[in-house]
């Protein structure tokens, strides 16, 4: 059974780094069939994709966010993290991590696992 | 930057009925397509991915259609549970990006 699992912090101030956490169980993070991503809603908007990362490094952010963003692994710990600079309220949201199946390998697409998802509120 | 555009915004339908909605992209996303179901408090949930293969699970009153740029997704039979946002969402090997959604209320 596959499990992500978000952790981090609830509360972050303006113009400080959000730093979030993903644990996977029941799946590889070094597997060459999936993306690892995260995903966020704002308060009372759509889904939107924030970025990427493949167990080889390789990573892909929404080029709205790209200068702000950085993803990463740690396969040791099964785990990969989100960190967005320079946050401000409009950053306030509830972020997802999901794995994302690479259509070239496991022959499917999409999001298909998700975390419960993380609530970040960016006040001071 | 590929931009996905979904219509109506809102749907207001009665149980049992069967529902159309439908999604537009800004240029061909070839088969790379999936749709997702997204209630509040819950996370989002695959539905559909490669334009028309339900994922695991997923109930055959769900059914996706569409090519190249214009997409649909078809619920036959509409149930109590169904009523919800719904995404699209392309994918490829560099970029991702969701519809706005449509929310299926009920009538």
């Known amino acids: 059974q596959v499990q992500l699992q978000e952790s981090g912090p609830g509360l972050v101030r303006p113009s400080q780094t959000l730093s979030l956490t993903c644990t996977v169980s029941g799946a590889s993070i070094s597997s060459d069939g999936f993306y690892w991503s995260w995903i966020r809603q704002r308060p009372g908007e759509g889904l939107e994709w924030i970025g990427n990362?493949?167990?080889?490094?390789?990573?892909y952010y929404n080029p709205s966010l790209k200068s702000r963003l950085s993803l990463s692994l740690d396969k040791s710990q099964s785990q990969f993290s989100l960190k967005v600079s320079s946050v401000t309220a409009a950053d306030t949201a509830v972020y997802y991590c999901?794995?994302?199946?690479?259509?070239?390998?496991?022959?499917?697409?999409?999001?298909?696992?998700w975390g419960q998802g993380t609530v970040v509120v960016v006040s001071s | 930057e590929i931009v996905m555009t979904q219509s109506p915004a809102t749907l207001s339908v009665s149980p049992g009925e069967r529902v159309t909605l439908s999604c537009r992209a800004s240029?061909?996303?070839?088969?790379?397509l999936a749709w997702y179901q997204h209630k509040p408090g819950q996370a989002p949930r695959l539905l559909i991915y490669g334009v028309s293969t339900r994922a695991t699970g997923i109930p055959a009153r769900f059914s996706g259609s569409g090519s190249g740029t214009q997409f649909t997704l078809t619920i036959t039979g509409l149930q109590s549970d169904d009523f919800a946002v719904y995404y699209c969402q392309h994918y490829n090997n560099w970029a991702w990006a969701f519809g706005q959604g449509t929310k299926v209320e009920i009538k």
């Open positions: 990362i493949y167990h080889r490094g390789n990573t």
């Open positions: 999901a794995r994302s199946p690479r259509v070239v390998v496991a022959g499917k697409g999409g999001f298909d696992y």
């Open positions: 240029q061909s996303v070839s088969s790379n």
